[in-house]
């Protein structure tokens, strides 16, 4: 067991609480910093007693017991001294040639509501189960190469911390030579604890992995309800895999991770026992992966994030904490364009304006006559030459193509189950990845970026994971195989451009396999609206995307010629004559650190509109690295009055700046009281004024609420930036 930590009074702010930790990497007593202000204290260690062993970095804590097999005993939340775990389970499921075969694990406990230490020594290993026969740990390693191209927050790779490695071997006759393997990586300053395992045939015959359920973990529930109640309350354990398709969001992408009733659990207060307190992962359908003699199977990898609060920003704030640790390349976050012609004088022509204005990539869009799959060698020749040209010039240079919302033929799309038919799909119709064609398709993609030096994909439809009832499919036997066999294509295309430092663009949750960005999430017909609603709209949109996107992760749009209708009311070409509006697009989106798809044939058709463009973009890069820093959310954007985001990093010299926009047609001055806590921010603060005329800077006070009365004035239709930093 590690030392308690004395509550620390080095904040005035500790209402908000300072995270306390009980231990830190010395071992001795001291001061817990907030993880999200501070992490260097927090470094992850592993730690033997006897036959447990212990994998901590001061904000969580797993225990494992190694004999008479092994088990996850104890799994805590160290910031407030809770145990999440409340039952022993296996460390893993798994289906064998049709067989059910649990790894590690002990059973007899006599309640499963808790977990008392004196229980320990009478629990009892399955004669049956996969028997622990060995461990070994070091330093965490990289799934893939992370090629560093462009500026990003500069985050390790791979995020530090300790590997653990548990090894199994089944007692069975029938299985000998058959190997698991559990990995657990802990990561410094952070309450995430990551878990996937290898599987490896070293017998004569072929074996076939039907299906596994990678973490059982019985947790303690969140509330406890007589009745069933119309939505549960779930514990302050956040779940999330690599394994992720199909949505703009975690919670529309991840189909492996679910909260079941826990037949074992007897003594639970809810009179059907349905109380939802126990995890599983574990794929929808298959693997049904056969594995050769001298073959390894590699799972997919679950990211438990531990939460420690129950407010909304406070759970955001760690999940968005959590993608930027171990995701970093979703830091990058060059600026835009969306050239709408793939003609080469077009193509120079959006070159040379993002140069001359300080934009720094270019895409071939949709709908501009760029094909990626054309790989003829006088088209490659022509792209790679509009790709050294636009090097030349310090801009990159990528396209679009579209995947998986799209027909090919009966013979490659994707076959319903239910039908036998082509269809079923996601989107209707769809390529099966492991058709013929969807197998040249993507080798065509890989031809087609080594042979120009293509700086970025944008991957539309991306794999949503559809399954294939084909059998005659070269890449899949079957429907079992057909959602594993697709998604491990495109996740091993997607790292290979993740090592070439291709940036991806991709309109699904793929950044634990290597995309970029993601869409912020809007609607696409909305921006066939006037252009006055179009701005709000699009404010609204980052607020609201922000809560689980940092801004890096979001593309907005701007329409610079008409999208989806709307006519001249929805246009902004000609750019001159509607400034106003356009300057409001690009305020919206550079200010909060978010980068649009600015959608047209130039950015600018006159000196004034050049100017304008030159100025968002340089404002936004002085302030880039705060600009590109956390949100806190101050006022959602409802156009009756000013709203405003609060872009917080304590590491930085101005480690808070407020934004504030007024969508009024009146100039608006008055004091907003601000939450401060995640700029670090104690006592006094100074607030310099970035936008506007120039005034003298004034500081404020924060009270023990850490909030402060920040003065503002806001023109109309305007928007206002204020510099937050360390008062006297």
Known sequence: MFP??????????????????????????????????????????????????????????????????????????????????????????????????????????????????????????????????????????????????????????????????????????????????????????????????TLHNGSADEVMLDTFTSEILAVVEAESDVEVPGRWELPPLYVETDYSFGGFTPASTQEVARWLPDPLYASQVNYARRTPCLLEVAPPLGPAHALAPGDTFESFRTFELVHDSSERERRGLARRRMLRTLAPWCTENPILMHVRSAEPDAVRLAIDQCAEVGFEMVILTFGSGFDMENVAPDYLAQMRELADYAEGKGVELGGYSLLSSRRISDEHDVVDPATGLPGGAKFGNAPCLESEWGQAYFAQLERFLDATGFDLLEHDGSYPGDVCGSTSHPGHRGLADSQWRQWTRIRDFYRRCRALGVYLNVPDWYFFSGSNKIGMGYRETNWSL????????GRQNIYDGTWLKTPSMGWMFVP?????????????????????????????????????????PRLYDTDETRELVLSQVAFFKEHRDILESDVVHVRRPDGRDLDALLHVNPALATPGLLVVHNPTDRPIARTLAVDLYYTGLTGRARVRTLTGAASAAVEVTLDGRCRAEIPVDVPARGSACYALEPGS
């Open 4 to 197: 308690r930590l004395r509550r620390s009074k080095r904040l005035p702010c500790a209402v908000r609480g300072l995270l306390l930790a009980p231990f830190l990497a010395s071992g001795s007593a001291a001061q817990a910093p907030d993880w999200l202000l501070d992490s260097t204290p927090y470094v992850a260690e592993l730690r033997v007693e006897g036959d447990r062993l212990e994998l901590a970095n001061g904000l969580i804590r797993r225990t494992l017991r190694l004999a008479p097999n092994a088990c996850t005993i104890a799994f805590d939340d160290l910031t407030r001294d809770a145990s999440l775990l409340r039952s022993v389970r296996p460390e893993l499921r798994i289906t064998l040639d049709g067989s059910v075969h649990d790894v590690g694990g002990l059973s007899g406990q006599p309640d499963h509501a808790f977990l008392l230490p004196a229980w320990l020594d009478e629990l009892r290993a399955d004669p049956d189960a996969f028997q622990f026969v060995g461990h070994a740990h070091g330093p965490t390693a990289a799934p893939f190469a992370w090629k560093r191209v462009r500026r990003s927050e500069g985050r390790p790779w791979p995020p530090p911390g300790k590997r653990l490695r548990l090894d199994f071997r089944s007692p069975l006759e029938a299985l000998a030579g058959i190997e698991v393997s559990v990995f657990y990586e802990l990561y410094d300053g952070l309450p995430v604890l990551a878990k996937w395992f």
């Open 530 to 537: 006037p252009r006055e609603l179009q701005v709000l709209h």
């Open 560 to 600: 610079l010629v008409e999208y989806h209708g709307g006519g001249a009311a929805a246009t902004l070409e000609p750019l001159s004559e509607h400034l106003d509006a356009y300057e409001r697009h690009l305020a919206n989106n550079f200010l909060a650190g978010v980068q649009a798809c600015y959608r047209g």
